[in-house]
């Protein structure tokens, strides 16, 4: 799944367990402006390190999937938990984008040798 939005917030990465870390990034989604969402996505592991080149205010394309759980407590009550776990993060404008040039600059083939090997 993907979806695009601003960069809300960042957050720090934690150390949950010793093998375990995550990191979490806020994106405010506008499909209606009058009702901004702000959707909570979840990066584990190495994937953490793809939320350095963002900035809050970033406009940025999240790929993500949605993960479901079931977890009993002790007195046997069933809770379910969404996540939307981020795996690939492209941005778009601000900060954090690459600068690529409008155009590709000309090549100059004066100084490119005569001999041509080529058999056609």
């Known amino acids: 799944m993907e979806i695009k939005g601003k960069v809300y917030e960042v957050s720090a990465t934690q150390q949950v367990t010793d093998s375990l870390k995550k990191r979490e990034l806020i994106i405010e ?4 402006p009058q009702y901004p969402e702000y959707l909570k996505f979840e990066a ?7 939320i350095d080149a963002v900035k809050v205010g970033d406009d940025v394309e999240v790929f993500f999937n949605l993960k479901g759980r079931k977890w009993t407590d002790k ?3 069933v809770v ?5 776990q ?9 900060a954090g984008a690459a600068s690529t040039p409008e155009y590709a600059p000309p090549v100059d083939i004066s100084s490119a040798p005569d001999d041509d090997d080529l058999p056609f």
């Open 29 to 32: 989604y506008i499909e209606n």
């Open 75 to 77: 007195t046997g009550k």
């Open 80 to 84: 379910y938990f969404n996540t939307l």
């Open 44 to 50: 584990i592991q190495d994937r953490t390190a793809l």
């Open 86 to 94: 981020l795996w690939k993060l492209n941005v778009l404008s601000g």
